[in-house]
């Protein structure tokens, strides 16, 4: 299986850039085409799908948030942060099967 | 608009079978593939199987002998049923879609809560 590494814990300030990385254990594109995906989860919430193949915004996501990287390592850009954005960020790949990261809880300094 | 709703019992006693329903409307089940997710309580998520447009199934590795994924095309819905319960599975279970990009989850059910517990 591939196995998605993300940081539990990032501390932001309200308008400041977050980075969120994601490393996974074999690369996952097919072709060019990076097979990585973004969530964001509030608490008693479901997931939501913020951005899909790396770096494509998903319908009616703002473009604060933003997705780069390609083969093993993936990042999801928020910036500048907001109140709202405050969550949990899961990455998910669809390469082999589907897993997803333990998931990177974003919090206010 | 895209709607997927789960239901089935918030309980269930160890060692017994899990049963959810997934109801679906703003799409066809024809057209579109049905995931299912789980959550553990305070914890990440977890693809547990696929219903695909054409009725096809896959299952994760770790959960296919306990698990089975079926559909009533008729009704819009998409079932789970996995044996064996133990107190681990308790958590909540999402039915997902697979949107127009393949194999991107892109609308999401409010989850349903299952407690595994004698």
């Known amino acids: 299986d591939i196995v998605l590494t993300q940081s539990p814990v990032l501390a932001v300030s309200l308008g400041q850039r977050a980075t969120i990385s994601c490393r996974a254990s074999q690369s996952v594109s097919i072709s060019s085409i990076n097979l990585m995906h973004w969530y964001q989860q509030k608490p008693g919430q479901q997931p939501k799908l913020l951005i899909y193949?790396?770096?494509n915004l998903a319908s009616g996501i703002p473009a604060r948030f933003s997705g780069s990287g390609s083969g093993t390592d993936f990042t999801l850009t928020i910036d500048p942060v907001q109140a709202d954005d405050i969550a949990a960020y899961y990455c998910q790949q669809s390469r082999e099967s589907h897993t997803f990261g333990a998931g990177t809880k974003l919090e206010l300094k | 608009q895209v709607q997927l709703t789960e239901s089935g019992p918030g309980l269930v006693h160890p060692s017994e079978t899990l049963s959810l329903t997934c109801t679906v409307s703003g799409f066809s089940l024809t057209g579109y593939s049905v995931y299912w997710v789980r959550q553990p309580s305070g914890k990440g998520l977890e693809w547990m199987g696929r219903?695909?447009?054409?009725?096809?199934?896959s299952y994760n590795s770790a959960l296919k002998s306990r698990l089975s994924i079926s559909r009533d095309t008729s009704k819009n819905q998409v079932f789970l049923k996995m044996n064996s319960l133990q107190t681990d599975d308790t958590g909540t279970y999402y039915c997902?879609?697979?949107?127009?990009?393949?194999?991107?989850?892109?609308?999401w059910g409010q989850g349903a809560s299952v407690t595994v517990s004698s």
């Open positions: 193949r790396a770096s």
């Open positions: 997902t879609r697979e949107g127009p990009q393949w194999r991107v989850m892109d609308a």
């Open positions: 219903m695909r447009y054409n009725g096809d199934t």
